[in-house]
């Protein structure tokens, strides 16, 4: 660790000050360029204590920046990893407003739902598989406070990854049914299809992120508990949105769900 307590909670503040106010604010590592992975951490977790002080329940994890071209958007090459609370859901078919969010961009997904604790270290496809109740489409909604989208990795850890909303739908699906590798994906703007994909763009299979996932948290002694819902990370680049917007993610064999912009 590289800062002391007292900068970590000021920019946790300033952080979640920026997300309720819909302000945004330029990257913390120009403030801090010697910050470590450790800080970057610390700062999501006193977000997430905040929150959890709030009243809030944590609803998900997240990985992010899973696939190359997520990475080559954003010119970064590391995963990194984050949460959700119970107010970042949107039911599917429902409604996000534009006037809560800084700049709202949406990616599309595949989400796992557990069944068995996953935990680390030496997690892989295989035990992610095996502990995986069903799969079924999700759309992220990521709305970086960081100014225009520009941060390195260190100052999106800080940030919970631009986590802001997201919907899950469809048709569920068990791991066994389907390919995950192969299985396409179509995101639709407003009925068309602005962006395409297959599984494998997210680590070679959206699992090997999840394991990822597990056994990163495993290095701080927790685990991914049997019942968790977990994004795997945008398969595509992420697409702006505006109020107008009706959002669809069409996963093979697991149907579709839907978002709208007001
Ligand atoms: C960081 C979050 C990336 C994903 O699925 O790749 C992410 C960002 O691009 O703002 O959630
Ligand atoms: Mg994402």
Redesign the pocket.
């Known amino acids: 660790m590289k800062l002391d307590t007292q900068t970590i909670n000021a920019l946790a503040d300033r952080l979640e000050n920026c997300q309720l106010k819909q302000q945004d604010t330029p990257k913390i590592t120009d403030d801090h360029p010697d910050m470590d992975w450790d800080d970057a951490y610390a700062i999501q977790n006193e977000i997430r204590r905040r929150k959890l002080a709030q009243g809030r329940t944590v609803v998900g994890l ?6 190359h071209a ?1 990475m080559k ?2 010119g970064v090459n590391t995963p ?1 990893f ?1 949460f959700m609370t119970d107010d970042y859901v949107v039911a599917d078919g429902g409604e996000c407003k534009v006037s809560e969010l800084i700049h709202p ?1 949406v ?1 599309p ?1 595949i989400a796992f739902v557990t069944k068995a604790e996953l935990r680390g270290p030496g997690c892989h496809i295989g035990t992610v598989l095996a502990a995986t109740d069903f799969v079924m489409p999700g759309i ?1 909604v ?1 709305d ?1 406070r960081y100014r225009d ?1 520009k ?1 390195d990795l260190k100052s ?1 850890v800080a940030d919970n ?3 802001a909303r997201f919907v899950v739908g469809g048709q569920p699906m068990s791991v066994n049914d389907c390919d995950l590798r192969t299985v396409g994906v179509v995101l639709e703007k407003n009925g068309i299809p602005v962006a395409f994909g297959a599984g494998a763009a997210v680590m070679g299979h959206p699992a090997a992120a999840i394991a990822a996932l597990a056994n990163l948290l495993a290095e701080r002694g927790e685990c991914i508990p049997a019942g968790t819902l977990i ?1 795997s ?2 398969i595509t680049e ?1 697409v702006a949105v505006q109020a107008g917007d009706n959002i669809t993610l069409r996963v093979q064999g697991m149907g579709s769900t839907s978002i709208r912009f007001v």
């Open positions: 997240k990985a992010g920046l899973t696939s997520k958007q954003m990194v984050g961009k990616e997904e992220e990521i970086s989208f941060f999106v990854t631009s986590a994004l990370g945008g992420a």
